[in-house]
């Protein structure tokens, strides 16, 4: 799919340790182009990493041929795991998806709401401290396969 890539607004964000690109993209008389294609782009333009850099917002404009958005390149990993949202994290692959569905959640809080004491924390914490743990896990075994390469 051919397009071009136009970058407005770009900041580098010393803090956050990564450029903030605001992006605009041509194609006209095609359709939008997806995220993958639009990372490739930018990380060939920016000679960065692929897997440090983050589309998100596209947004076409009424009839077609532009669409806009923002762009994310972070120096390495550790500071895309480190800023970085979880639900981005979560879309990408990174991080596990969310096991358990909104009801479950939503009888736990009720639980929650009828008892008291230390039974509610008992409740509570192991609720809590599995997803964290897991969540490390995997963002420490993610950036694992990193080193080597």
Not at 60 to 65: A, D, E, H, L, M
Not at 81 to 90: A, D, G, H, I, S
Not at 113 to 142: F, H, L, N, P, W
């Amino acid at each position: 799919m051919t397009f071009i890539v136009k970058t407005r607004k770009v900041l580098l964000n010393k803090l956050l340790n990564r450029r903030q690109l605001s992006v605009e993209l041509l194609h006209p008389n095609k359709a939008t182009p997806s995220q993958e294609s639009v990372v490739k782009e930018l990380a060939s333009k920016y000679k960065a990493d692929e897997r440090n850099v983050v589309v998100y917002g596209l947004r076409t404009s009424f009839g077609g041929n532009r669409t806009t958005g923002f762009a994310l390149i972070y120096d390495t990993q550790q500071y895309l795991l480190k800023f970085e949202p979880k639900f981005r994290l979560r879309r990408r692959g990174i991080i596990p998806k969310r096991d358990g569905s909104r009801k479950g959640w939503k009888e736990v809080k009720s639980k929650l709401k009828k008892t008291r004491g230390s039974e509610k924390t008992k409740i509570y914490m192991s609720r809590k401290t599995d997803k964290r743990e897991v969540i490390r896990a995997q963002k420490e075994t993610y950036l694992k396969g990193f080193v080597g390469k």
